[in-house]
T-cell receptor
Framework: GAGVSQSPSNKVTEKGKDVELRCDPI?????LYWYRQSLGQGLEFLIY????????KSGLPSDRFSAERTGGSVSTLTIQRTQQEDSAVYLC????????????FGPGTRLTVT | GDSVTQMEGPVTLSEEAFLTINCTYTATGYPSLFWYVQYPGEGLQLLLK?????DKGSNKGFEATYRKETTSFHLEKGSVQVSDSAVYFCALTLLSGGYNKLIFGAGTRLAVHP
């Protein structure tokens, strides 16, 4: 079956512009996560969605970052007024609820802010 | 806070050599432990996992044992291949607020030469 998909695979943007990154989780997975992989910070958690519950935004680095999940499926991560330090690979993962289940990762979106 | 520490890379080995990548963790609760692998140009994949003390996770010739007494989850393989060249991430999850988020180590790059 289809895995987690993300788009675009690469995005180059100018400093100060807004960007939107999209994640399509595996069908039926109610839990969705965003992570960021950068040279200086390694892999870090950003935000978590579970069903219709309020998301856990505790990992978002600043108020320029926000995310939505529509209809319990597709998620969009938005970065406003991008800065060079936002350059990273943004990874999305989804899973079935339950401690025993693993997270499945998408291929990521590589964001470069020039 | 909860954290994962893994040995720094890069690790360079000849084919058929023995591999050990050290991983230790700090956790306030009782975590599940994982090794993820990222092959060049690909997304993160779960390599193996262990959910309780003394469990051994294994896959593709790789093994790791959950050692609660030493808070460790070292990755081993008896005979590496060139195709094992990748970045390896040790990670943990804790049930917190009703969900799990992955906390990753910094990653260890492995290069295997013929």
């Amino acid at each position: 079956g289809a895995g987690v998909s993300q788009s675009p695979s690469n995005k180059v943007t100018e400093k100060g512009k807004d960007v939107e990154l999209r994640c399509d989780p595996i069908s039926g997975h109610t839990a969705l996560y965003w992570y960021r992989q950068s040279l200086g910070q390694g892999l870090e958690f950003l935000i978590y969605f579970q069903g219709n519950s309020a998301p856990d935004k505790s990992g978002l680095p600043s108020d320029r970052f926000s995310a939505e999940r529509t209809g319990g499926s597709v998620s969009t991560l938005t970065i406003q007024r991008t800065q060079q330090e936002d350059s990273a690979v943004y990874l999305c993962a989804s899973k079935t609820v339950g401690r025993a289940y693993e997270q499945y990762f998408g291929p990521g979106t590589r964001l470069t802010v020039t | 806070g909860d954290s994962v520490t893994q040995m720094e890379g890069p690790v360079t080995l000849s084919e058929e050599a023995f591999l050990t990548i050290n991983c230790t963790y700090t956790a306030t609760g009782y975590p599940s432990l994982f090794w993820y692998v990222q092959y060049p140009g690909e997304g993160l994949q779960l390599l193996l996992k262990a959910t309780k003390a003394d469990d051994k996770g294994s896959n593709k010739g790789f093994e790791a044992t959950y050692r609660k007494e030493t808070t460790s989850f070292h990755l081993e393989k008896g005979s590496v291949q060139v195709s094992d060249s990748a970045v390896y991430f040790c990670a943990l999850t804790l049930l917190s607020g009703g969900y799990n988020k992955l906390i990753f180590g910094a990653g260890t790059r492995l290069a295997v030469h013929p």
